[in-house]
T-cell receptor, first 117, second 110 residues
């Protein structure tokens, strides 16, 4: 299994500013993912952040708005840039492939609750 | 990606079995069927997964139809802590991506 922490746990930000969310894992993992969960909705995958390669973004998400870094096998950051109230969501990171297979269990962080005023 | 259909909500009484259905008629032969659940104010957590055979673990059982177009998650004795949103997710590529549908909100009554 994996233990994942996220910082900050919550934040309230002004529109037009940017927030960087950190995701730390207690073991080395290949696959890391970022999700968004808007109020009352299911999770939506933003991007896949595998170490050693550029992040791969899902349809509707772009690097300029959600730049991602993956400097090593235990850490990643997601930045929400030029925020608007529509960006108010919970942002979650997850990790997978602990046993070396893409079908492996994914483990999720507790999420970062972002409110944009 | 394979599409899934789950009931929006279900209710159960505490200590009774719960059967949560999922239709995934467009699933391919190599897609694994994963189930996750999300407790209130928490990130999703893994429940169980399988390919063709029925699977059991300490949390639940997974019954997969012979044609693999549907599956059922079975909680043998529901507890209040099992109240959550349950997601059935076929993993359809070697990327490991989870594509969440709307899931089933399970309410457990004492």
């Amino acid at each position: 299994s994996a233990v994942i922490s996220q910082k900050p746990s919550r934040d309230i930000c002004q529109r037009g500013t940017s927030l960087t969310i950190q995701c730390q894992v207690d073991s080395q993992v290949t696959m890391m993912f970022w999700y968004r969960q808007q109020p009352g909705q299911s999770l939506t995958l933003i991007a896949t952040a595998n170490q050693g390669s550029e992040a791969t973004y899902e349809s509707g998400f772009v690097i300029d708005k959600f730049p991602i870094s993956r400097p090593n096998l235990t850490f990643s950051t997601l930045t929400v840039s030029n925020m608007s109230p529509e960006d108010s969501s919970i942002y979650l990171c997850s990790v997978g492939g602990l046993a070396g297979a893409w079908t492996d269990t994914q483990y999720f962080g507790p999420g970062t609750r972002l409110t944009v005023l | 990606d394979a599409k899934t259909t789950q009931p929006n909500s279900m209710e159960s009484n505490e200590e009774e079995p719960v059967h949560l259905p999922c239709n995934h008629s467009t699933i391919s032969g190599t897609d694994y069927i994963h189930w996750y659940r999300q407790l209130p104010s928490q990130g999703p957590e893994y429940v169980i997964h399988g390919l063709t055979s029925n699977v059991n673990n300490r949390m639940a059982s997974l019954a997969i139809a012979e044609d693999r177009k549907s599956s059922t998650l079975i909680l043998h004795r529901a507890t209040l802590r099992d109240a959550a949103v349950y997601y059935c997710i076929p993993i359809t590529s070697n990327t490991g991506k989870l594509i969440f549908g709307q899931g089933t909100t399970l309410q457990v009554k004492p």
